[in-house]
T-cell receptor
Framework: DQQVKQNSPSLSVQEGRISILNCDYT??????FLWYKKYPAEGPTFLIS?????DKNEDGRFTVFLNKSAKHLSLHIVPSQPGDSAVYFC??????????FGTGTSLTVIP | NAGVMQNPRHLVRRRGQEARLRCSPM?????VYWYRQLPEEGLKFMVY????????ESGMPKERFSAEFPKEGPSILRIQQVVRGDSAAYFC??????????????FGPGTRLLVL
């Protein structure tokens, strides 16, 4: 069963515009969420995280929003840059246990 | 400060052979996780280990797969009698001792296993 879902396998955005990547989860016990970025032939790289006590966390061009009632989180990248083109995974865990990953969204930023 | 190291980066095996994948966690990290990524799929959790202990192996296939993290040396994921369906990218991640809430995991570059 897929407890973390990324329903958009791909997304294309013009350079300079906002990229919004979405993630939904089913387990209400999840209390910690992360976004990873992955380039081809490399391991995922940690990008940004948020705990369930917050609804927003910002780091430079990257902002993660958490809507607990909707069991939804999103990653906003603004402004988008060509170097942001990669696959983005969201992940969630409950009480410090294993992480569940989504299937990823491939972002292409068009120059 | 070296990151998570995995070797080999690429591994080719014939059906029925054994595959041994190694992972050295980041310095100061005592927790190791193994994930598998099949083509066109996301990362699937396999096993979570601390030194000399398997904490959670709920994602490990029941047969042919085993993992260890000895007191000295790297963590090893071992696949016996490999089949073509084992072809995938295997990622290792490490984290420091857990706090009250989940700790960030840092990933290695992965080992790409191809079974002929």
């Amino acid at each position: 069963d897929q407890q973390v879902k990324q329903n958009s396998p791909s997304l294309s955005v013009q350079e300079g515009r906002i990229s919004i990547l979405n993630c939904d989860y089913t387990n209400s016990m999840f209390d910690y969420f992360l976004w990873y970025k992955k380039y081809p032939a490399e391991g995922p790289t940690f990008l940004i995280s948020i705990s369930s006590i917050k609804d927003k966390n910002e780091d430079g061009r990257f902002t993660v929003f958490l809507n607990k009632s909707a069991k939804h989180l999103s990653l906003h990248i603004v402004p988008s840059q060509p170097g942001d083109s990669a696959v983005y995974f969201c992940a969630a865990s409950a009480l410090g246990n294993q992480f569940y990953f989504g299937t990823g969204t491939s972002l292409t930023v068009i120059p | 400060n070296a990151g998570v190291m995995q070797n080999p980066r690429h591994l080719v095996r014939r059906r029925g052979q054994e595959a041994r994948l190694r992972c050295s966690p980041m310095k100061g990290h005592s927790h190791v996780y193994w994930y598998r990524q099949l083509p066109e799929e996301g990362l699937k959790f396999m096993v979570y280990l601390q030194k000399e202990n398997i904490i959670d192996e709920s994602g490990m296939p029941k047969e042919r797969f085993s993992a260890e993290f000895p007191k000295e040396g790297p963590s090893i994921l071992r696949i016996q009698q490999v089949v073509r369906g084992d072809s995938a990218a295997y990622f290792c991640a490490s984290s420091p001792p857990m706090g009250a809430v989940g700790e960030t995991q840092y990933f290695g570059p992965g080992t790409r296993l191809l079974v002929l």
